[in-house]
């Protein structure tokens, strides 16, 4: 047998990596809409020849996870000895592997020598797909056909052709097609990239060689992963959580139950009295509670393990047909990320008993999303979405960081210059939300306050929000983080509540407010240093 040698298996990883936080750069960087440029809603990978993961760019969990069913899909459809170079493949339906229907997925094979060797793969979030709001996020379909124009498994590019019906048939059905098919040449360049390096990798390495490495790297990362698994006590221990509701009926709270088994250094999740899927949209499909997992299991392992496929081989999901973690189609699923977000902080909640040193406090576990779109008085329409962030929970060890993304999302806010270049909207005020995050010993991270004011009419204005009913609950003594709240502040005076999901009309002069969740504070708040009280105090963020 062919030993490798381990420089040469790392100079490669490092390599690997790399290409893959190049090609996040080029999709940064070429993309059209401000919820990519600026709220970096996208990532970049690339994969095996069989479909596993094998290197990926600083981006977001539950993109990268949800491109591994992605992947399989692909293969399936079209079988690598039909493959050719420059071939480009695109899919969004979550029920054929993908997640929701903005997320479009776009992948090429990397042939080296006559064959497919590896695959680059870019996964977008754009910021109009069709259905029935701007957005492509209505918080109150009740069926998958009103959220956008669904695209199986298809060619993109034909040995370099583009395939000029499918991109008509994108444009005629979104709103902003200049800005949609801006942000899927985006997607195209940088997988050009992943495969133009990954092939020059090739030639100076052999195609063999480098295949051998990419299998060292999957199997040292799952060894990694099984030695760190073996260190949790062995044990099921368990979790529950609650969305605020689905959308339709508003007084109904979601349950997410997790049951997580911890035994011979594999993980494994039940999902067994988590809710029966909803009719609003916030179901997610199997893509989605892998994603949940993926993260978790990285969250809760050592840090320094390279990620690829390797990492995910110990983990196995008990997904109840017909539940909320995998619905039967067509239920609507485009507020996914929601209950992601949440799927996540349960499976790394359930184990604090066993890791106190390890797992903090409940984060808010939300990922505030108000979509804005109508005609701008300067001509054309417009879309843009805003992603805005609660605080995370505290540590044994540290407060909890001030309005940040946790849980497997991983965006930016849009500064205020993107939105009023981009829209007829004013952003009045940006703050921190003082005293939401909850009491301990370590204080639970930051909410945020934004305000926009409408500049122009007929604005169609989606609210997805969470954590409006339950609090991110604190542990070990800690207290729970507040509860996000937002309002619509109408120019006539009137003072409507969002009751966490929306879908509604705004006129000139009339003012959104919303203000997020804070994270859940860690132990005794009487042991809080004094010197931090005092901090806090003089800084505002707690009274």
């Excluded at 996914?336 to 890791?355: D, F, H, P």
């Amino acid at each position: 047998m062919h030993v490798l040698d381990p420089v040469t298996v790392e100079v490669t990883r490092h390599k690997l990596e790399g290409i893959a936080n190049e090609m996040q750069s080029a999709l940064l960087r070429s993309s059209f809409s401000p919820i990519v440029k600026e709220g970096l809603d996208a990532s970049a990978g690339l994969f095996t020849a069989d479909g596993q993961t094998l290197a990926q760019a600083c981006a977001i969990p539950i993109h990268l996870a949800t491109l591994i069913p992605v992947m399989r899909t692909i293969i399936d459809t079209f079988p690598l000895d039909r493959m050719h170079p420059d071939d480009t493949f695109l899919l969004n339906d979550p029920y054929t592997g993908g997640t929701h229907l903005p997320d479009i997925a776009v992948i090429q094979p990397i042939v080296h020598n006559g064959r497919p060797i590896a695959f680059s793969a870019a996964m977008t979030h754009h910021q109009d797909i069709g259905g029935m709001s701007a957005g492509s996020v209505p918080t109150h379909a009740t069926e998958i056909y009103q959220e956008g124009l669904r695209l199986p498994p298809l060619k993109l590019r034909d040995a370099g052709v583009m395939n000029e019906t499918l991109i008509a048939i994108i444009r005629q059905n979104v709103r902003i097609p200049d800005v949609v098919m801006g942000d899927i040449n985006a997607q195209l360049a940088a997988c050009r990239i992943g495969a133009r390096r990954v092939a020059e990798l090739a030639d100076r390495s052999g195609d063999n060689a480098l295949t051998s490495i990419f299998e060292e790297l999957l199997s040292r990362s799952e060894t990694m992963t099984r030695q760190a698994l073996a260190r949790i006590p062995t044990g099921t221990y368990r979790y529950v959580d609650y969305l605020d509701n689905d959308g339709i009926e508003l007084d109904k709270p979601i349950r997410i139950e997790v049951a997580v088994t911890v035994r011979d250094a594999r993980i494994g999740i039940d999902f067994t009295g988590t809710s029966p899927q909803v009719r609003g949209p916030l179901n997610c499909v199997p893509s989605g509670s892998l994603a949940a997992a993926c993260f978790a299991i990285r969250a809760l392992t050592d840090p320094v393990i390279p990620t690829n496929a390797g990492c995910f081989r110990p983990i196995s999901l008990h997904l109840p047909k017909g539940s909320l973690v995998n619905p039967e189609e067509p239920a609507p699923v485009n507020a996914r990320t929601s209950t992601i977000k949440r799927i996540a902080g349960a499976i790394i909640s359930a184990l604090a008993e066993v890791l106190p040193d390890k797992v903090p406090a409940p984060s808010a576990g939300e990922m505030l999303m108000v979509a804005f779109g109508g005609r701008n008085p300067t001509g054309g329409n417009f879309v843009t979405g805003d992603l805005i962030a609660g605080g995370s929970g505290a540590s044994a060890m540290h407060d909890g960081v001030d309005v940040i993304e946790t849980d497997a999302t991983n965006c930016m806010n849009l500064p205020a210059e993107a939105v009023e270049m981009e829209t007829p909207i004013r952003l009045h005020r940006v703050a921190l939300r003082d005293g939401s995050g909850g009491a301990g010993r370590h204080r639970g991270g930051l909410g945020t306050i934004r305000e926009y004011e409408m500049l122009s009419d007929n604005i169609t204005f989606t609210h997805r929000g969470e954590r409006h009913f339950s609090a991110a609950r604190g542990i070990f003594g800690g207290g729970d983080g507040a509860r996000a709240h937002s309002q619509i502040r109408r120019a006539d005076g009137t003072v409507e509540d969002i009751p966490s999901k929306l879908v509604s009309r705004l006129m000139r002069g009339d003012r959104v407010v919303v203000e997020t969740a804070g994270g859940a504070g860690y132990g005794n708040p009487a042991e809080r240093d004094r010197l931090a009280v005092a901090a806090d105090a003089a800084d505002g963020k707690q009274t």
